[in-house]
Nanobody, 122 residues
């Protein structure tokens, strides 16, 4: 069993900043990549950015230069969001691509957190 717990969401004014955190725990053998997705009301979930185990990052065009993904050695990934816009309002979800320990071996798969709400409004 693997758990992802997000935190750090909230209400912020346009132009402000927030830092989201996602802590992974459980029967993790190795993490291949972690990332953030978001879903606004009435819209499909979309990729915000990812970071691989080697530290390579990838961002959606709409956040380049404003958002930064980082990761520490304790299976926690961060999303630093600067210059926030009203259109960044969404539920933000943490995602992990990892090999997990299961009885008798290992299994690679995706895991999702419950989400943290980010609202950008004056």
């Amino acid at each position: 069993q693997v758990q992802l717990v997000e935190s750090g969401g909230g209400l912020v004014q346009p132009g402000g900043s927030l830092r989201l955190s996602c802590a992974a725990s459980g029967s993790i053998f190795s993490i291949h990549a972690m990332g953030w997705y978001r879903q606004a009301p009435g819209k499909q979930r979309e990729l915000v950015g990812t970071i691989t185990s080697g530290g390579s990052t990838n961002y959606a065009d709409f956040v380049k230069g404003r958002f930064t993904i980082s990761r520490d050695n304790a299976n926690t990934v961060y999303l630093q969001m600067n210059s926030l816009k009203p259109e960044d309002t969404a539920m933000y979800y943490c995602n992990m691509d990892a090999t997990r320990r299961i009885p008798g071996g290992h299994n690679r798969g995706q895991s999702w957190g419950q989400g943290t709400q980010v609202t950008v409004s004056s």
